[in-house]
T-cell receptor, first 109, second 115 residues
Framework: AQRVTQPEKLLSVFKGAPVELKCNYS??????LFWYVQYSRQRLQLLLR??SRESIKGFTADLNKGETSFHLKKPFAQEEDSAMYYC???????????FGTGTKLQVIP | DTGVSQNPRHKITKRGQNVTFRCDPI?????LYWYRQTLGQGPEFLTY????????KSRLLSDRFSAERPKGSFSTLEIQRTEQGDSAMYLC?????????????FGPGTRLTVL
């Protein structure tokens, strides 16, 4: 069965510390992977997608097909990074995007 | 504001009543999605439309839920005979293109409370 797992419900780090938000998926084929973010009192929005290979707000995400993981990383956390982060694989075609349960990132000043 | 809009933003109803929510997507977007989100969970897929065609409906949805997008623009989600378990945030999103792999733009959500 297709599944996406974000093992941490809450991740607390100090400002300036590295951040890694974990995402593991079990999908057949090669899904496209997204990270969405929801800041306090704001709408859910796209942060980045692996196909674009961009760094957005200092975040990057590496797709590891062997480990079926798509962890989100940032070398130095900022207070404004505090938010809910959702990993979302997309199998392709007319199939739907599935959202993980989310990880709340709390950056401590 | 050219983003996705949802009305109402909050709805409180008594168990057994019917409720209807509206979503206005970004005007040029042909895909429209409905999700439900409860505390501590990610958005859970309910259904989606490509233009006016409803292409998929979650098997988790009971027959009490129905969605329409009659002219391929706005959409409505109706819940009949509401139950306390229907209390949740209902999110709408829209995107362009033929597949679901394009960026989805989310609305602010409608928070439903069933007493």
């Amino acid at each position: 069965a297709q599944r996406v797992t974000q093992p941490e419900k809450l991740l607390s780090v100090f400002k300036g510390a590295p951040v890694e938000l974990k995402c593991n998926y079990s999908y057949s084929g090669s899904p496209e992977l997204f990270w969405y973010v929801q800041y306090s009192r704001q709408r859910l929005q796209l942060l980045l997608r692996h196909i674009s290979r961009e760094s957005i707000k200092g975040f990057t995400a590496d797709l590891n097909k062997g480990e079926t993981s798509f962890h989100l990383k940032k070398p130095f956390a900022q207070e404004e990074d505090s938010a809910m982060y959702y990993c979302a694989p997309y199998p392709g075609g007319y199939q739907k995007v599935t959202f993980g349960t989310g990880t709340k990132l709390q950056v401590i000043p | 504001d050219t983003g996705v809009s949802q009305n109402p933003r909050h709805k409180i109803t008594k168990r057994g009543q019917n409720v209807t929510f509206r979503c206005d997507p970004i005007s040029e977007h042909n895909r429209l999605y409905w999700y439900r989100q409860t505390l501590g969970q990610g958005p859970e897929f309910l259904t989606y439309f490509q233009n006016e065609a409803q292409l998929e409906k979650s098997r988790l949805l009971s027959d009490r839920f129905s969605a329409e997008r009659p002219k391929g623009s706005f959409s409505t989600l109706e819940i009949q005979r509401t139950e306390q378990g229907d209390s949740a945030m209902y999110l709408c999103a829209s995107s362009s293109g033929q597949g679901a792999g394009n960026e989805q733009f989310f609305g602010p959500g409608t928070r439903l409370t069933v007493l």
